[in-house]
T-cell receptor, first 123, second 107 residues
Framework: QIQLQQSGPGLVKPSQTLSLTCVVS??????????WNWVRQSPSGGLEWLGR?????????DYAPSMKGRITISADVANHQISLELKSVTPNDTGVYYC?????????????WGQGTPIIVSS | AVRITQSPSSLCASIGDRVSITCRAS??????LAWYQQKSGEAPKLLIF???TLHIGVPSRFNATKSGTDFTLTISFLQSEDIGTYYC?????????FGQGTKLEIK
C-alpha cells in the first residue's frame, strides 16, 4: 500500500524557516511518472499549491510565484522522502501542509495525499 | 493564474437527493480539472480527473461534466458518507489553483 507520511514541527516562530518532510512508502520518489507536490490549506479552508519536484532524467522543481524566493522543495532518494523548506515565515503561513503525489505520467491531478501537518506561525 | 469560482459555498440536502456543485474557470482548461472530497480532519481524496473520469473506487453515484469553462460535479442518491467539503482543481497550467470549496451537509 502506497503511503505518504508527513512530519514537521507544529509551531514555528515568525522569521524562522519551516521544514517539513514526507516519507514515501510503496512507491519510488525517483519514478519518472510521478511528481511530488506540496499544497497548503489556510485556516479558512482554501487550498494553495506551493510547488513540486520531479525527475525526468534530472531533477526539476516548479514553484508557485507567490512562494518564489522563499521555498525549496527537494527529494532524498536514499531516504524515500520529499522535503519542503519555507523561509522567513509569517503568521500568514499558518495552515495545514500536505504532500501529494501526481502519478498521471505528465502533470495532473493528485491521487495520493499525506495526512497533513498543521503548522502555526506564532511567537 | 487561472481563477476558479466554485458555487455554492455550502449545500444542505437530504439522503437520496441529487446535488450539484459547479466550478467556473476564468480561462479555457480543456479537460484539465479534478474534483476532491475532504472529510473533516482528513486530507482531500481524489474523486474525478480529466473533468469526468472517475478515480478508482469512487462510487458511480458521482458524476462530473464539462461545458465550456463550466465544470459540474453531481452526486446522485446522496448518502450520509458524502458529507464533507468538495474542491475542484485546475491543472491546465501553473500555478495550479483550486476552487474555494463547497461544504455539503445532510439535513
Amino acid at each position: 500500500q502506497i503511503q505518504l507520511q508527513q512530519s514537521g514541527p507544529g509551531l514555528v516562530k515568525p522569521s524562522q524557516t519551516l521544514s517539513l518532510t514526507c516519507v514515501v512508502s510503496g512507491d519510488s520518489v525517483s519514478s519518472d511518472a510521478a511528481a511530488w507536490n506540496w499544497v497548503r490549506q489556510s485556516p479558512s479552508g482554501g487550498l494553495e499549491w506551493l510547488g513540486r519536484t520531479y525527475v525526468r532524467s534530472k531533477w526539476y522543481q516548479d514553484y508557485a510565484p507567490s512562494m518564489k524566493g522563499r521555498i525549496t522543495i527537494s527529494a532524498d532518494v536514499a531516504n524515500h522522502q520529499i522535503s519542503l523548506e519555507l523561509k522567513s515565515v509569517t503568521p500568514n503561513d499558518t495552515g495545514v501542509y500536505y504532500c501529494a503525489r501526481d502519478n498521471s505520467g505528465w502533470f495532473g491531478w493528485f491521487d495520493l495525499w499525506g495526512q497533513g501537518t498543521p503548522i502555526i506561525v506564532s511567537s | 493564474a487561472v481563477r476558479i469560482t466554485q458555487s455554492p459555498s455550502s449545500l444542505c440536502a437530504s439522503i437520496g437527493d441529487r446535488v450539484s456543485i459547479t466550478c467556473r474557470a476564468s480561462h479555457s482548461l480543456g479537460s484539465y480539472l479534478a474534483w476532491y472530497q475532504q472529510k473533516s480532519g482528513e486530507a482531500p481524496k481524489l474523486l474525478i480527473f480529466g473533468a469526468s473520469t472517475l478515480h478508482i473506487g469512487v462510487p458511480s453515484r458521482f458524476n462530473a461534466t464539462k461545458s465550456g469553462t463550466d465544470f459540474t460535479l453531481t452526486i446522485s442518491f446522496l448518502q450520509s458518507e458524502d458529507i464533507g467539503t468538495y474542491y475542484c482543481h485546475q491543472y491546465y497550467n501553473e500555478p495550479y489553483t483550486f476552487g474555494q470549496g463547497t461544504k455539503l451537509e445532510i439535513k
